[in-house]
């Protein structure tokens, strides 16, 4: 049975700190804050708006809790959603987004002849990135020094995701249309990837899902079973990994050091010394600006989210938790910052400015104090970025990577693939 001291306390670190203990280790975990990251709500009011409102890969959530104690079906409740999102464009057309082959065909037809198998074809195309991608490195421990032939014919790839659009899409609503996982989190699609594209095949082929109680639901469950698997909890902040004859044998904290046989980073590792240098040409994906707002009345009928596209990108996220006759949508806001994103709202024809009762505004900066660091992981700057990540495995013997930067993507499904990983390369305890 080894001693693991888990670094941070967001998705990765708890799903990681559950696996392990599973397994038969020791586990501490370490986080300063609030358990979950940006998985804890703002509340204030009597209103609650989650940070990530549904999730891709269902399979991945259903695993974790079967992994570590009872099915997913035996506590919570997750259910798919009617559609991915809607899209409005500045040339007053719209679009419903919806997974599967047949709904594509008829709603992007109605935006112009052929763009529904336009869409049909740049989706499609998709299908065996995601099978090398899913083979070779997101369901298997990888070492960037040993990549299979095609995962690195893949990772080595000179083609953007810009490129790629342009060439496969001609239509500009298209490009934004599967540009927009990427936009939102702030990355240039120069600098993307052509293969990171595969968002939209895994969106189309799985669809999305939530939770009906809110993911603070899932939250809830997971801090709860910590206690029911032994996970020691441990309030400070941690501060290095202290590495003897090359390996790991603990981790200092503002609390005291914890001796450790194996330690996971499930945060930043730019924060942690030990590893810093190894990232340093990282860098992390900066949220956008966030506007909750709590409203009161009615309220025009939106999806779970929708996009309205411009010179400012507007996303409103409407599956937050209010009291009865009111509403919590989430607003993020990207491109022009010095628009205030409820104004621009009503220019597009929905006005809840006179509803508005309780409004919190939160800058990048300030989202990234809140949850100790960005959600998002790792900026895309170019091809070489995945190589650059750490995780499962880092140059530190007994020291492992989990969550959104030690991942090709932000989310629940890439982070809890992250935490499989790693408990995949350290094994059952003996």
């Not at 869409?119 to 099978?131: K, L, N, S």
């Not at 490195?137 to 014919?153: F, G, I």
């Not at 040409?281 to 025009?300: F, K, Q």
């Not at 599956?319 to 597009?348: E, Q, Y």
Request: proline share 5%; net charge neutral; hydrophobic share 45%.
């Amino acid at each position: 049975m080894a001693r693991v001291v888990v670094i941070g306390g967001g998705f990765g670190g708890l799903a990681s700190a559950l696996r392990l203990a599973k397994l038969g280790h020791a586990v501490t975990l370490v986080e300063e804050r609030e358990l979950g990251g940006a998985l804890v709500p703002m509340t204030r009011d009597g209103f609650a708006w989650d940070t990530v409102t549904h999730t891709l890969l269902p399979a991945v959530v259903r695993d974790l809790f079967r992994k570590t104690g009872r099915p997913l079906e035996r506590e919570l409740e997750l259910t798919q959603l009617d559609c991915l999102r809607e899209h409005w464009f500045a040339d007053g057309t719209s679009l419903v987004l919806t997974a599967g082959r047949t709904p594509q065909l008829d709603a992007f037809d109605a935006l112009g002849r052929g763009l529904g198998t336009a869409w049909v074809d740049h989706v499609a195309a998709y299908a065996d990135d995601w099978d090398v991608v899913r083979r070779a490195y997101a369901e298997v421990p990888w070492d960037p020094a040993h990549l299979t032939r095609e995962l690195a014919d893949l990772f080595d790839s000179r083609e953007t995701l810009r490129r790629r659009m342009r060439r496969s899409l001609r239509d500009e609503r298209l490009r934004l249309v599967a540009a927009h996982p990427f936009v939102v989190e702030g990355h240039d699609l120069r600098d993307v990837p052509a293969w990171a594209g595969l968002t939209a095949y895994l969106e189309q082929r799985f669809g999305a899902w939530a939770f009906p109680d809110g993911t603070a639901a899932m939250l809830d469950t997971l801090v709860r079973r910590l206690d029911n698997r032994g996970v020691s909890v441990v309030r400070a902040r941690a501060l290095d990994v202290v590495v003897r004859e090359a390996h790991a044998a603990a981790v200092t904290t503002t609390g005291g050091d914890l001796d450790a046989d194996v330690v996971v980073c499930a945060i930043d590792p730019r924060r942690i010394p030990a590893l810093a240098e190894s990232v340093s040409r990282t860098m992390p994906a900066i949220p956008a600006t966030t506007t909750y707002v709590g409203l009161a009345g009615e309220v025009r009928d939106l999806p779970h989210e929708l996009v309205v596209h411009g010179d400012q990108t507007l996303v409103v996220r409407t599956l937050g938790r209010a009291p009865a006759g009111h509403h919590a949508w989430t607003l993020l806001s990207r491109g022009r910052h010095d628009a205030d994103p409820v104004s621009a709202l009503a220019r597009h024809g929905i006005d809840i400015r006179s509803q508005v009762v309780t409004r919190v505004d939160l800058s990048p900066r300030e989202l990234v104090d809140r949850w100790g660091g960005s959600p998002l992981g790792v900026r895309w700057q170019g091809r070489g970025t995945v190589r650059q990540r750490l995780g499962p495995g880092t140059p530190v013997e007994g020291v492992y990577a989990a969550g959104a930067h030690a991942t090709p993507g932000s989310g629940l499904p890439y982070v809890g693939l992250s935490a499989a990983l790693v408990a995949q390369v350290v094994g059952p305890a003996t």
